[in-house]
């Protein structure tokens, strides 16, 4: 038997628990803000300093013909939206499991998302699910490749070229991952990454919008931006008269924001190494203690992002333990694992209301949009929800450290071992006596 759980008064199995805390930032990242504080250097019209070269960067490294770097992933998704030309009547696939930002701004260009289920096992958009759903006004699918696992590729650019929609990625839990040892953000006629602070690539606040197709660079480009950079890029004689006025959006990056990301997109490599390191270790030793389940990761995810690392709690396998009290034991240990917290999309209010009061009566298109709009209930998407009750979440440590993920594993074995223990302490109330 294990030493005393630690929710009964025992040693903790992780003695010093790590913090996590993101991005790093070096004397180098300190030293540029500096400088463009001293310079005076706190916004761009035209596609120049920082901003030139983060996008330069990302060019580079994807192997692109344009960039776009804008205030931030949502706003690139609006504009990717955008520069597709979707709109009125258009229907768009996308997942129920993903973050809101992914699916908001759809609405924005008065398009309808149709919302998809997730594979119960990755958490990402299921290809089944996803052609179930076409129909004649089907014209995109968006997707996201969750925490860092690659969605499937092979199946999603079948259907993809089957029914000739078009594709955004949301890479924003994905930079620098692959797919059969091709980076995600590369199979999309649009692709985007949030460069918000929690992102591999962090910004603070910021997104880029990835594409070969020039229209759909222009589009995007002239949505949030306006005069100089417009001027410069627009350059085709549909768009280019518009390029002094733009669509009417600033959608502009700040220069701080481009600095930091272009200085952490240097170390994303590293940063990718490290998670790998720490997180498959991590899932190697965990499997096969009862109550936990590691992600699973599929063979063609060839790289993994780890956006966070999120386990299945099997509260069979421990006879019906609640996650609650699991949890609670495991942090007693000094595992920093937290229930998932995110909903699936059809559970919020947003996607089952009649009416969410966001459109202006009298606006025609608003009508059209409000009463071709579908609405969900809970069970509409049974993988999705299990998805997200059944699965916890660890921070992304980059940091090697090989002696914390073995203090985790003697965690949670500890805490299997003694499962009848918690589940006497669930019931009663009382501890284990010593
Ligand atoms: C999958 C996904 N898409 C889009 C976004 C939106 O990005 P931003 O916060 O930069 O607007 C986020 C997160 O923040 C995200 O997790």
């Given at each position: 038997m294990s030493s005393r759980l630690s929710l009964f008064g025992g040693k903790p199995a992780v003695p010093h628990p790590p913090t996590y805390s993101w991005p790093p930032i070096t004397n180098s990242d300190t030293a540029l803000i500096v400088q463009l504080l001293q310079r005076k250097e706190l916004s761009y019209y035209g596609r120049e300093g920082e901003v030139r070269e983060l996008e330069d960067a990302f060019k580079t490294y994807f192997n692109v013909r344009f960039a776009l770097a804008m205030s931030s992933g949502t706003a690139a998704l609006h504009s990717a939206f955008f520069g597709l030309g979707l709109g009125e009547?258009?229907?768009?696939?996308?997942?129920?499991?993903?973050?809101l930002s992914t699916v908001m701004p759809i609405f924005v260009v008065n398009a309808l998302p149709v919302l998809v289920d997730a594979e119960p096992d990755t958490g990402n958009i299921d290809p089944a699910d996803i052609e179930r759903r076409i129909t004649p006004?089907?014209?995109?699918l968006v997707i996201t490749h969750m925490q860092g696992h690659a969605c499937d590729m092979s199946r999603i650019m079948d259907l993809v070229r089957k029914h000739r929609l078009t594709l955004i990625e949301d890479c924003s839990h994905a930079h620098g991952a692959s797919h059969k040892e091709r980076l995600l953000g590369t199979f999309g006629d649009a692709s985007v990454f949030s460069l918000q602070g929690s992102k591999l690539v962090a910004a603070g606040q910021g997104g880029i919008l990835l594409t070969n197709d020039q229209e759909?660079?222009?589009?995007?480009?002239?949505?949030?931006?306006?005069k100089v950079r417009a001027m410069e890029e627009v350059t085709s004689d549909q768009y280019r008269p518009f390029s002094g006025t733009g669509y009417g959006l600033n959608y502009r990056m700040h220069p701080f924001a481009a600095g930091l990301a272009k200085e952490q997109f240097k170390r994303l490599d590293a940063y990718l190494q490290g998670r790998n390191d720490n997180l498959l270790y991590l899932s190697s030793r965990l499997k096969g203690i009862p109550g936990i389940a590691p992600p699973v990761v599929r063979d063609y995810a060839t790289r993994h992002g780890w956006f966070t690392y999120r386990p299945f709690y099997k509260s069979d396998e421990l006879e019906g333990l609640s996650l609650p009290t699991y949890l609670k034991a495991l942090q007693a240990e000094g595992v920093p694992i937290q229930k998932a917290s995110s909903l699936p999309l059809h559970l919020e209010p947003l996607f089952q209301v009649e009416d969410d009061h966001s459109y202006t009566y009298g606006r025609t298109t608003s009508e059209a949009s409000r009463s071709t709009r579908q609405r969900y209930q809970p069970g509409d998407f049974p993988h999705s929800e299990h998805y997200a009750q059944s699965t916890c979440t660890l921070p992304p440590f980059t940091e090697p450290m090989p002696e914390i993920m073995d203090q985790f594993v003697e965690a949670f074995s500890k805490v299997a071992e003694q499962a009848h223990l918690l589940r006497d302490y669930e019931r009663t109330g009382y501890p284990h006596p010593k």
């Open positions: 009547g258009d229907e768009v696939l996308a997942p129920t499991f993903t973050f006004q089907t014209k995109a759909i660079y222009e589009r995007a480009t002239l949505l949030g931006h306006f």
